[in-house]
């Protein structure tokens, strides 16, 4: 699973418990906040009491979009991804226009497969914000149904804003391996080593590559897939080039 962004509200609450308990529950409307000891628990990561505590603002007023966004995530982060792209789908539906909304709601929908819902909340998430993730997220999705020269420039425009991550490079590297460009791919996973020896998807790479080099030249079957960030170490999807989840 993705790992989804924490909303804001609820990290800054995290960090201020004994001022908030302080405080008592207002309306998001007013704060932005919808529950302060709710939000407390989704910023502590204590998620059963989050979805107990949403559920319960919920009952009060079912019309709060940010509970039912705050909920969404609580759930999303207990494993139970339908409830959450519910959820995600009715604060959108009341009008909550925050891009970690939609970038949540886009990568759960990537999740299970629904790729023209992911590609729709994706861009609405990146025309709501000038932050890399949605792009990255929708090279993603672009490459998944083969519209490579769409991903390119959503990892481009990715880059643009944050130049030396190596999820983005690395995902650069794949989509320019899938268009044939192999010595571009081979000079970015190199100079990602040079930089994080330790990251892992590039170093599996770069021996994929030299092992399809090996392939072409002796007529040896095919090599394991390269990999993207987010894919387990060791995972292979033999045969082609593969983009995997991030790790937002």
Same mark, same amino acid.
């Given at each position: 699973?993705?790992?989804?962004?924490?909303?804001?509200?609820?990290?800054?609450?995290?960090? %201020?418990?004994?001022?908030?308990?302080?405080?008592?529950?207002?309306?998001?409307?007013?704060?932005?906040?919808?529950?302060?000891?709710?939000?407390?628990?989704?910023?502590?990561?204590?998620?059963?009491?989050?979805?107990?505590? =949403?559920?319960?603002?919920?009952?009060?007023?079912? +019309? +709060?979009?940010?509970?039912?966004?705050?909920?969404?995530?609580?759930?999303?982060? %207990?494993?139970?991804? %339908?409830?959450? !792209?519910?959820?995600?789908?009715?604060?959108?539906?009341?009008?909550?226009?925050?891009?970690?909304?939609?970038? +949540?709601?886009?990568?759960?929908?990537?999740?299970?497969?629904?790729?023209? %819902?992911?590609?729709?909340?994706?861009?609405t998430s990146a025309r709501l914000s000038d932050a890399a993730e949605p792009h990255f997220e929708l090279a993603l999705v672009y490459e998944r149904q083969g519209y490579l020269k769409q991903a390119d420039a959503q990892i481009h425009a990715a880059l643009?804003k944050a130049p030396t991550e190596p999820d983005y490079l690395n995902t650069l590297a794949v989509l320019s391996a899938e268009q044939g460009d192999l010595s571009a791919a081979r000079r970015i996973w190199t100079a990602i080593l040079r930089r994080e020896?330790?990251? =892992?998807?590039?170093?599996? +790479?770069?021996?994929?590559?030299? =092992?399809?080099? !090996?392939?072409?030249?002796?007529?040896?079957?095919?090599?394991?897939?390269?990999?993207?960030?987010?894919?387990?170490?060791?995972?292979?999807?033999?045969?082609?080039?593969?983009?995997?989840?991030?790790?937002?």
């Amino acid at each position: 699973m993705k790992t989804r962004i924490i909303p804001l509200t609820a990290l800054l609450l995290s960090l %201020s418990w004994g001022a908030a308990m302080a405080a008592a529950p207002q309306t998001a409307g007013e704060t932005g906040i919808c529950d302060v000891a709710a939000d407390y628990a989704l910023g502590v990561e204590d998620y059963p009491a989050a979805i107990r505590l =949403h559920l319960a603002v919920l009952s009060r007023d079912p +019309n +709060n979009a940010l509970a039912h966004y705050h909920l969404g995530f609580a759930y999303g982060m %207990s494993g139970r991804h %339908s409830a959450e !792209i519910r959820e995600y789908q009715r604060a959108a539906a009341l009008g909550l226009r925050a891009f970690d909304l939609y970038l +949540n709601l886009g990568m759960a929908e990537f999740e299970r497969g629904d790729l023209p %819902s992911a590609l729709a909340a994706l861009t609405t998430s990146a025309r709501l914000s000038d932050a890399a993730e949605p792009h990255f997220e929708l090279a993603l999705v672009y490459e998944r149904q083969g519209y490579l020269k769409q991903a390119d420039a959503q990892i481009h425009a990715a880059l643009a804003k944050a130049p030396t991550e190596p999820d983005y490079l690395n995902t650069l590297a794949v989509l320019s391996a899938e268009q044939g460009d192999l010595s571009a791919a081979r000079r970015i996973w190199t100079a990602i080593l040079r930089r994080e020896p330790q990251y =892992h998807p590039a170093a599996v +790479n770069l021996d994929l590559l030299a =092992h399809e080099a !090996i392939r072409t030249a002796t007529s040896l079957p095919a090599p394991a897939a390269p990999i993207l960030p987010g894919e387990a170490k060791g995972a292979a999807k033999g045969g082609a080039l593969t983009v995997t989840d991030s790790t937002l």
